[in-house]
C-alpha cells in the first residue's frame, strides 16, 4: 500500500517526524519532489539530524529509500548527506535514485544566487539551493537527467555546448559573471557519475514489483500546500508540486495506488521566505512562540533563518489538507502551546468588509485580515501523554475546534519530537 506524508501548510509542520515514525512499518521511503532546499528534522535513538535530500525513512536497516524523477537531485549534497548520517552512527542506508532523475548543476546554484542579488528587496527569499533555475531548465527541456551521465562523451558535450551559450549569455550580459566552459562542466558530470553510479535505477520499474507484492512504501512531501507552485500562494511558491497527487508522477506509479493521505498540520502556524500569511504575528508574542516552537526554537533547518510565526490558520489549512486529498491529519507539535492562557485560532479572512471562510486566489489574499476566535489554554506540558482521553479537556476542545473547522479528521497527535511521541485517535 501507498501513503503520503505531505503538508498542508508552508512546510516545516513536522513532516519529517511523522515519516520518520511510519517508516519503522514500512519497507520503502521515497522523496518525489523538491531538492535540498527544504529541510526535515529528524530526532531518533541515534540523534538529532538535518536531512535534506535523503527520505526521512533512512534510519532503519529494514527500508529502500528513493530519489524519485521528481526531484531536484544534488549529487555532492546527497553523498554528503549519507556521509553525515553514517558519521553519526545510522547504519549505512540502502539508496536508489531513478534514472530519470535530473541534476542541480552547479550554474543552477550560481544562478539562483546572482538572481536574488539581482532582485535585492524584491527576491523571492530562496535558499539559493538552485532549484527554481533548475526547474525552469526542466521544463524548458535543457535539464540533464542521471541517465545522461551515461551516454557517450561526444553526445554529452555537444549537449552541454548547446546549453552553456545560453547560460553564457546571461552570465556575460546580466549578471556580469564569469562564463561557462564544457570542458568543466563535463568533469564536474564525471565525478557525478562516479558518485551516484552504484545506485542508479529503474525506479517506476522496481515500484510496480514493489507494490505488487504488497510492500508498504511512503512517500515523503517537502514543503506543504501553501508553496504549491498551482494552487499556493503563487509567485512565492516553490517550483515542483507539492501535492500527493504528485506523488503519483515524481515516484512513477499509479495514482490510484495512494490509498491513504497523511497531511501534517502543525498546532499554530511559521512560514519561511516570503508571501502572504494572514495569521502571522511579530514582537514579542511571535518571539516567545518561536523560542518555545518545534525542538529547541522555530529557526530554519537549511538555514538557520528565524521562521515567521503565526496563530493556526483554519482557513488555510482547511484548503490546504482538501488539495492534498487528505484521509488523516496528524496535528504536530501541541505540546509547545502549554504556556498560553488563551490561544487564538484564525477562522476566517475578511477581505473588502466581507468574512470567507475559503482561501482565496493571491490577489485576493493580500487584502485579507485574520478574523479570530479566542480558546482557552491549558496551561500545563502535555508531553509523556499517550492516551487521547488523558489530554486537558481545553486541550482536546481546540483539537476539536481545529477538526470541525478544517473538516478532515485529525487522527494522530503528535505531543513531542521523538519517534514514539504520539497519541492515536
Ligand atoms: P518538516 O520539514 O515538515 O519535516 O518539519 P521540520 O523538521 O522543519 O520542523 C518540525 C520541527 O518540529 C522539528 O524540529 C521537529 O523535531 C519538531 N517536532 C515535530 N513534531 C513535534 C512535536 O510534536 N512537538 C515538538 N515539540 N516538536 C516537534
Known amino acids: 500500500?501507498?501513503?503520503?506524508?505531505?503538508?498542508?501548510?508552508?512546510?516545516?509542520?513536522?513532516?519529517?517526524?511523522?515519516?520518520?515514525?511510519?517508516?519503522?512499518?514500512?519497507?520503502?521511503?521515497?522523496?518525489?519532489?523538491?531538492?535540498?532546499?527544504?529541510?526535515h528534522t529528524i530526532i531518533n535513538d541515534y540523534g538529532k539530524f538535518a536531512l535534506h535530500t535523503l527520505p526521512s525513512g533512512v534510519f532503519y536497516d529494514h527500508t529502500t529509500s528513493i530519489i524519485g524523477n521528481g526531484v531536484a537531485l544534488d549529487i555532492p549534497k546527497l553523498f554528503n548527506e549519507v556521509k553525515q548520517i553514517e558519521e553519526g552512527g545510522v547504519p549505512t542506508p540502502k539508496i536508489l535514485v531513478s534514472d530519470r532523475a535530473q541534476m542541480v548543476m552547479p550554474y543552477h546554484v550560481l544562478f539562483d544566487t546572482y538572481e536574488e542579488?539581482?532582485?535585492?528587496?524584491?527576491?523571492?527569499?530562496?535558499?539559493?539551493?538552485?532549484?527554481?533555475?533548475?526547474?525552469?531548465?526542466?521544463?524548458?527541456?535543457?535539464?540533464?537527467?542521471?541517465?545522461?551521465?551515461?551516454d557517450d562523451e561526444k553526445s554529452l558535450k555537444e549537449k552541454i555546448e548547446r546549453v552553456i551559450v545560453q547560460k553564457n549569455a546571461l552570465l556575460e550580459n546580466l549578471y556580469h559573471k564569469p562564463l561557462l566552459t564544457v570542458d568543466g562542466i563535463y568533469e564536474t558530470l564525471m565525478e557525478y557519475k562516479e558518485m551516484v553510479e552504484p545506485f542508479v535505477c529503474d525506479v517506476s520499474a522496481y515500484l510496480y514489483d514493489a507494490i505488487k507484492e504488497g510492500k508498504s512504501i511512503l512517500l515523503e512531501g517537502q514543503l506543504g500546500s501553501m508553496k504549491d507552485p498551482d494552487h499556493g500562494i503563487y509567485p512565492m511558491v516553490t517550483s515542483s508540486s507539492t501535492l500527493a497527487g504528485y506523488g503519483a508522477i515524481g515516484a512513477g506509479i499509479p495514482p490510484y495506488e495512494i490509498k491513504k493521505i497523511v497531511t501534517v498540520c502543525k498546532a499554530y502556524s511559521s512560514a519561511v521566505g516570503a508571501g502572504e500569511f494572514v495569521s502571522e504575528i511579530f514582537g514579542d508574542e511571535a518571539d516567545e512562540l518561536r523560542r518555545r516552537g518545534g525542538d529547541g526554537g522555530e529557526f530554519g533547518a537549511t538555514t538557520g533563518r528565524p521562521r515567521r510565526m503565526g496563530w493556526f490558520d483554519c482557513v488555510a489549512s482547511?484548503?490546504?489538507?482538501?488539495?492534498?486529498?487528505?484521509?488523516?491529519?496528524?496535528?504536530?507539535?501541541?505540546?509547545?502551546?502549554?504556556?498560553?492562557?488563551?490561544?487564538?485560532?484564525?477562522?476566517?479572512?475578511?477581505?473588502?468588509?466581507?468574512?470567507?471562510?475559503?482561501?482565496?486566489?493571491?490577489?485576493?489574499?493580500?487584502?485579507?485580515?485574520?478574523?479570530?476566535?479566542?480558546?482557552p489554554g491549558w496551561k500545563s506540558e502535555i508531553r509523556g501523554i499517550t492516551k487521547y482521553e488523558d489530554l486537558p479537556e481545553n486541550c482536546r476542545n481546540y483539537i476539536e475546534f481545529i477538526e470541525k473547522e478544517i473538516g478532515f479528521p485529525i487522527t494522530m497527535v503528535s505531543n513531542g519530537p521523538g519517534r514514539h511521541e504520539i497519541i492515536y485517535r
Request: aromatic letters at 10%; a neutral charge.
Open 1 to 39: 500500500m501507498v501513503t503520503a506524508v505531505v503538508g498542508a501548510n508552508w512546510g516545516d509542520e513536522g513532516k519529517g517526524k511523522i515519516t520518520d515514525m511510519l517508516a519503522e512499518k514500512a519497507d520503502i521511503i521515497i522523496r518525489f519532489q523538491g531538492g535540498a532546499n527544504a529541510g
Open 117 to 150: 542579488e539581482r532582485l535585492a528587496g524584491a527576491s523571492f527569499g530562496s535558499t539559493k539551493s538552485g532549484i527554481a533555475p533548475f526547474y525552469s531548465d526542466k521544463y524548458a527541456k535543457i535539464g540533464f537527467q542521471v541517465s545522461e551521465l551515461f
Open 318 to 375: 482547511k484548503y490546504g489538507c482538501r488539495l492534498q486529498g487528505t484521509t488523516d491529519v496528524a496535528f504536530t507539535v501541541l505540546d509547545v502551546l502549554g504556556y498560553l492562557d488563551e490561544i487564538p485560532v484564525c477562522v476566517g479572512y475578511e477581505i473588502d468588509g466581507v468574512v470567507t471562510k475559503d482561501f482565496p486566489t493571491t490577489t485576493k489574499l493580500k487584502k485579507a485580515k485574520p478574523v479570530y476566535e479566542v480558546l
